[in-house]
């Protein structure tokens, strides 16, 4: 089936590391995807990773895949407030390339 | 800036009245998406469109029709509007071959 899971709240200190979770249950998931949405606003895209990859830097973010476990995260390095917002993971079904989202965590930076 | 934009950004409805999104794209990207956006649900899609004139439906298309008589436009009808269509609609284009899905801003609709 079609699933993904998230945590729906996480609270850090400004400065520290950030950890997002994720998981999700199809296996044949290719591409899997992080977005960042701020109050109002529309998804932004932060990163993908493709399956055959277990991690992925960009930055101040890195992506960590386990697919033994089904499981994706998403790691915030010097987490600042300006990276308040809701975190969702998408995967990817690849017969249409639709995405299928997780409910959203939402981050809270504390100065 | 993907060049995706959507009309109306916000609408207030009744029940029962016909309502038309529409999302426009500058390129021609085949694959275009229509999400609706609820509070501790994520964003599930409505339908979607793999060219012109081929639509299919998603895990939520009840109650909604699409037509995409064009590349660059996807339209979104509620036929007759109800109270649980009230949501936050985006559209978005898939960009091959980079696989990277890019959202517009949204449209807000409230229907009374």
Known sequence: GEDVE??????????????????????????????KQEPGAGLQLLTYIFSN????????????LNKKDKHLSLRIADTQTGDSAIY???ERMDSSYKLIFGSGTRLLVRP | DAGI????????????TPVTLRCHQTENHRY???Y??????????IHYSYGVKDTDKGEVSDGYSV??????DFLLTLESATSSQTSVYFCAINFAPDNEQFFGPGTRLTVL
């Open chain 1, 6 to 35: 998230q945590s729906l709240f996480l609270s850090v200190r400004e400065g520290d590391s950030s950890v997002i979770n994720c998981t999700y249950t199809d296996s044949s998931s290719t591409y899997l995807y992080w977005y």
């Open chain 1, 88 to 90: 969702f993971c998408a």
């Open chain 2, 67 to 72: 037509s995409r008589s064009k590349t660059e």
């Open chain 2, 5 to 16: 934009t959507q009309s109306p950004r916000h609408k207030v409805t009744e029940t029962g």
């Open chain 1, 53 to 64: 990859m277990d991690m992925k830097q960009d930055q101040r973010l890195t992506v960590l």
């Open chain 2, 32 to 34: 275009m998406y229509w």
């Open chain 2, 36 to 45: 609706r956006q609820d509070p501790g649900h994520g964003l599930r899609l």
